[in-house]
């Protein structure tokens, strides 16, 4: 078994791990902790298959930005206690079980499927994911879905301030 | 790596966000449920740029063959950022209206 088949496997543990701990920890503190565990594992991932730029904004904007975003609210509402005040055995049973139903049916197509057995996954080599090569595809073919995003995020600003507004 | 195992690994972090989604209630908790969906759908982008990258890479040395999938999950993760912002917009007001992230108590949106 080689280094990278060892992190891979232990970057997959760590990651279903995490997804787990996030639904069942009755804390939303806690829920939002570990989802942040799972996307340093998803951004190992990232770096395993040499996606540098995707791995770093990764890090930055999902760990760093939207979790301290989630981390913010939670804290603003003081909700820390009761997050789940009645139980209701039967909604969730049906929850896991649709679920695990969706997760079986699409594993054993995966695993029928003729067209992908034997491709492989370039790992740890392969210079598309550095940013040299993104940024130059980004600002030469991509460059006006780029500035659409800057609209989007405009228009994203002015709901999010028009919404939270105390009237 | 074989792709299957990505596809894999992809589809059961997609299928705990489904349960998670279905199963609790606290409105944050779902909300961090899609985000988690979101990323398992990243992760198997990626690791499909990877492989048509190394599938084109037999026939052509210079080629840049899956760099648009690695675009397509940046754009992804600008339009999970600008969704974030104005869904826990809601979600603050929704608490200071009716104090509580419930999403029971959202199917009268009414009063």
């Known amino acids: ?167 | 790596m074989p792709i299957q195992y990505y596809i894999l690994l992809a589809l059961t972090l997609f299928s705990i966000g489904i349960v998670g989604v279905l199963t609790r209630r606290n409105a944050i908790i779902v909300f961090m449920c899609i985000e988690l969906m979101l990323n398992a759908v990243n992760l198997l982008l990626v690791a499909f740029s990877k492989m048509q990258y190394n599938l084109a890479l037999t026939n052509n040395k210079a080629t840049i063959a899956g760099s648009e999938a690695q675009l397509f999950v940046f754009f992804i993760m600008v339009v999970a950022a600008a969704e974030v912002s104005v869904g826990l917009a809601i979600i603050v007001m929704m608490y200071r209206n009716i104090h509580s992230v419930d999403v029971n108590f959202l199917n009268r949106l009414k009063n």
């Open chain 1, 1 to 167: 078994m080689s280094a990278i088949q060892i992190l891979f496997w232990f970057l997959s543990a760590l990651a279903l791990v995490s997804a787990i701990m996030v639904l069942i920890s009755k804390n939303p503190v806690h829920s939002v902790l570990w989802l942040v565990m799972v996307f340093f594992a998803i951004s190992g991932h990232y770096i395993l298959m040499n996606a540098q730029f995707l791995a770093i904004v990764n890090l930055i904007v999902y760990a760093g930005a939207i979790m301290v975003l989630f981390l913010f609210v939670i804290m603003l509402m003081n909700l820390d206690k009761t997050s789940d005040p009645q139980k209701n055995w039967w909604m969730k049973l049906a929850g896991v079980i649709s679920g695990g139903c969706l997760l079986m049916e699409m594993a054993t197509l995966v695993r029928q499927a003729a067209e992908m057995k034997e491709k492989t996954v370039m790992m740890k080599q392969g210079g598309i994911g550095l940013i040299g090569n993104l940024g130059k595809l980004l600002f030469s073919d991509y460059v006006v879905p780029f500035e659409i995003s800057s609209v989007l995020f405009l228009s994203a600003m002015v709901g999010a301030v028009v919404i939270g507004k105390k009237n």
